[in-house]
């Protein structure tokens, strides 16, 4: 799992690649939505996104690998919930994008 720490600092390139990554699919997109409530046992995520647990698992698992989840688990279930450091790293990536994009270009040497 890349590390993505609660500090304000700039992604890396590999960083961030590993997180659009992550994001770049719309049943992963679905379970972040579900998540965004707060945290949800496996079995939620299961039923309301009506998918089977192998599926789900692995899309969990690339979530949870760059970064965007974190787990627990507690007695045979096993609980997601976003890590909020991650979305923030990513959302001040874009920041930093969005600035870069309005610095006018320097005059070309001939």
């Not at 890349?2 to 699919?25: F, G, H, M, V, Y």
């Not at 046992?41 to 599926?55: A, E, F, N, W, Y």
Request: hydrophobic letters at 35%; aromatic letters at 4%; proline letters at 5%.
């Amino acid at each position: 799992m890349p590390s993505i720490e609660a500090t304000q600092r700039s992604l890396s390139a590999p960083e961030a690649c590993s997180l659009l990554k992550a994001l770049s699919d719309p049943l992963r997109l679905q379970v972040l939505n579900q998540l965004s409530t707060g945290e949800r046992c496996v079995c939620d995520l299961t039923s309301s996104l009506s998918l089977s647990q192998s599926r789900l698992s692995f899309h969990l698992k690339v979530m949870k690998d760059a970064g965007l989840l974190s787990d627990r688990q507690s007695g045979r279930w096993v609980y997601y919930s976003i890590r909020p450091q991650a979305l923030n790293a990513l959302q001040g990536w874009i920041k930093e994008l969005t600035r870069s994009c309005e610095t006018p270009a320097s005059n070309c040497a001939e």
